[in-house]
């Protein structure tokens, strides 16, 4: 049986460069010789019925309470978790764009009242849990002079700056229990891929060394 393969997710505020940053990744560890067995994922994935729902809720085509569109990104990530596990175990790398801490960090930074830190945690309990996060920092001015800012729900100044919030905390918790690697993203593509496949190759190594059972949140 082959060593499972490594989970890495790459998070961050809107239009820190994750979507880019993932396929030079994918392009990269799979071009390297040895080749590297990857797969890429990305949450939302609005390809599926639930997706198409999250999509509407984005694109502001449709309404819906804060907790019932939580609990849809979280079941969106239910529905590909199966897969997920099969293809680590069969030995591929999986790089995900956006996971369970940006459930967390976008619903709880509503702040609305029904939806707490603690709440929006709930659903997503037993998911697997990334070896390594890749967390893509990016300032607000950059952000916002990044193409096409602004054309969803979620993308107004006072909600990221309540987002930024919640990340922190996220990450201030995870310390000693999950590794996360604060990575500057205001910088070139280039000079952010170098660190992220840096990174991404030494948790590669070290989880095909060890092989460790596949952890959950
Ligand atoms: N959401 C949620 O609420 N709950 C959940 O559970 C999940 C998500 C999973 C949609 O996510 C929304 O869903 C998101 C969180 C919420 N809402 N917000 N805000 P998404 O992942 O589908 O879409 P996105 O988050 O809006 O993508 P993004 O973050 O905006 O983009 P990105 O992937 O980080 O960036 P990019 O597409 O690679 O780059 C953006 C632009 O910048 C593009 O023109 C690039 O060419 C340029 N770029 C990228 N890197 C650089 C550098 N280094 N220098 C200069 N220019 C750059």
């Not at 175990?89 to 995900?96: A, F, I, L, P, Q």
């Amino acid at each position: 049986m082959p060593a499972r393969g490594a989970f890495v997710v790459l998070e961050g505020l809107d239009r820190c460069g994750k979507t880019t940053q993932l396929s030079l990744l994918r392009s990269s560890l799979s071009s390297s010789s040895p080749p590297t067995p990857v797969k890429a994922l990305n949450f939302p994935d609005r390809t599926t019925p639930i997706g198409t729902m999250i999509n509407s809720y984005l694109k502001t085509a449709a309404d819906m309470s804060d907790n019932a569109i939580h609990l849809l990104f979280s079941s969106n990530r239910w529905e590909a978790a199966p897969a997920l596990l099969e293809t680590l175990r069969e030995g591929t790398t999986v790089v995900c764009d956006r996971y369970a801490f940006s459930g967390v960090a976008f619903t709880a930074a509503k702040n609305n009242g029904t939806c707490g830190y603690d709440w929006c945690k709930g659903p997503d309990v037993g998911l697997p849990r990334p070896d390594l996060v890749l967390f893509l920092t990016v300032s607000e001015s950059v952000q916002e002079k990044r193409g096409d800012y602004g054309g969803e729900r979620y993308e107004t100044r006072e909600l990221q700056r309540s987002v930024r919030g919640v990340f922190d905390r996220l990450r201030a918790d995870d310390e000693g229990e999950r590794p996360w690697k604060v990575v500057d993203a205001d910088r070139s593509v280039e000079e952010v891929a170098r660190d992220i496949e840096e990174a991404v190759r030494e948790v590669e190594e070290r989880v095909r060394g060890e092989n460790p059972p596949i952890a959950k949140l």
